[in-house]
């Protein structure tokens, strides 16, 4: 098990931070997006969709330490190459929306995708799957959540795609 990387948006409610979850959940992935780059597919989906938010009790950690979240959502995103090329997937932004605040995104960069993925390249006709964990308040206390994503793939021919999705959280 990796140690978890914790990062805060600054300013905000909301923190994410990447850690281990189960990648054999019997959840069905839900698709979220194709993104094309000259022949080359790359599906992306999280499991399970939509998240359901956990009630810390006690409140969960953030970057710090501190016990300052009310909720805790785990989500991994399986990013596939559809196609015979392979790729690297260089980030991961997510930016969460509560009851109309959109909240700073949040970047995953590739050294932090490699820390728990083990890597960040994909073969051809593969899949990786970067587990994350959020922890977040929303200012009513609702634990429900819009996260959007959007990933910086390169292909092994050096073609920049960037895949994007939505999922929520109840």
Do not use: W
């Not at 698709?31 to 969709?49: D, E, I, K, Q, Y």
């Not at 810390?56 to 559809?82: K, L, R």
């Not at 790729?87 to 970047?107: D, H």
């Not at 073969?123 to 996260?147: C, F, K, Q, W």
């Amino acid at each position: 098990m990796t140690k978890p990387l914790r990062a805060a948006l600054a300013g905000v409610f909301l923190a994410m931070s990447v850690a281990c979850a189960d990648n054999n959940s019997a959840t069905a992935p839900s698709g979220l997006t194709s993104a094309s780059s000259n022949g080359t597919t790359f599906n992306v989906s999280v499991r399970p969709s939509p998240i359901t938010a956990t009630r810390c009790n006690p409140q969960c950690a953030g970057e710090s330490g501190s016990g300052s979240f009310a909720f805790s959502a785990t989500m991994t995103i399986a990013v596939e190459d559809a196609g015979a090329v392979g790729a690297t997937v260089n980030s991961v932004t997510l930016t969460a929306t509560a009851e109309g605040v959109t909240f700073a995104p949040l970047t995953f960069s590739s050294d932090d995708i490699r820390g728990q993925a083990g890597t960040t390249h994909i073969d051809g006709h593969a899949t990786l799957s970067i587990p994350l964990t959020i922890v977040y308040n929303t200012p009513s206390g609702n634990p429900n959540l819009g996260v959007s994503l959007s990933l910086q793939i390169t292909d092994d021919r050096t073609n920049q795609v960037t895949a994007t999705g939505q999922v929520n959280v109840i």
